[in-house]
């Protein structure tokens, strides 16, 4: 299996901080990386496909940056509906993997 | 706009199988660059991928959990399932049915469902 290990596990931060988030890769994965944002109780929702693609609907402070196995996602001005979990994906294989998770709080 | 509407018990007994099934709204389920998935969320935990059926019926499991897993589709009512035999209470999670999108050379999961708490217990 392909282990996904983001960093930090939590994060606390306020209104129009800007935000990074790791996801370090086990062995090269190319650009076949995703993010996830999960909100308290809700189903995850796509925010970035081939590590820097952004999924429609999405807001353009989020982005996403990187290659082979270490990448990075970056909130640019942190709003209040931001405050949630974050994870990282591999597509590079079909046996999916996800990482631990990020907890961005306030 | 896609809905995938999950359906199935919230409680299981230990030994038995647990059963899911989620309905495609928009009929797309035989749409060649789909694919249907299900994913699992132990409470308090991260996500875990269950395994995937594509077009052709083929099936990818988790390999911790292929003994047990079977996928199946029924395009005729535009619905996927998941059956989990041999439940213990390590399978308590919640499980969601997700449509998987195939971009060129990239994958992802674009559509989830709304997930269905499945607890485990006598």
């Known amino acids: 299996d392909i282990q996904l290990t983001q960093s930090p596990s939590s994060l606390s931060a306020s209104v129009g901080d800007r935000v990074n988030i790791t996801c370090r890769a086990s062995?090269?994965?190319?650009?076949?990386l995703n993010w996830y944002q999960q909100k308290q109780g809700k189903a995850p929702r796509l925010l970035i496909y081939?590590?820097?693609s952004l999924q429609g609907g999405v807001p353009s402070r989020f982005s996403g940056r990187g290659s082979g196995t270490d990448f990075t996602l970056t909130i640019s001005s942190l709003q209040p509906e931001d405050f949630a979990t974050y994870y990282c994906?591999?597509?590079?294989?079909?046996?999916?993997?996800f990482g631990q998770g990020t907890k961005l709080e306030v | 706009q896609l809905q995938l509407q999950q359906s199935g018990p919230g409680l299981v007994k230990p030994s038995e199988t647990l059963s899911l099934t989620c309905i495609v709204s928009?009929?797309?389920?035989?749409?060649?660059?789909?694919?249907w998935v299900w994913i699992r969320q132990p409470p308090g935990k991260g996500l875990e991928w269950i395994g995937s059926?594509?077009?052709?019926?083929?099936?990818n499991d988790h390999p911790s959990l292929r003994s047990r897993v079977t996928i199946s589709v029924d395009n005729s009512k535009n619905q996927f399932s998941l059956d989990l035999r041999s439940v213990t209470a390590a399978d308590t999670a919640v499980y969601y049915c997700?449509?998987?999108?195939?971009?060129?050379?990239?994958?992802?999961?674009?559509?989830w469902g709304q997930g269905t708490l499945v607890t485990v217990s006598s």
């Open positions: 062995q090269d994965i190319s650009i076949y």
């Open positions: 059926i594509y077009n052709s019926g083929t099936t």
């Open positions: 997700v449509r998987g999108t195939s971009s060129g050379y990239y994958t992802f999961f674009d559509s």
């Open positions: 994906q591999q597509s590079y294989t079909a046996l999916y993997t």
């Open positions: 928009d009929g797309s389920i035989t749409r060649s660059n789909y694919f």
């Open positions: 081939a590590a820097s």
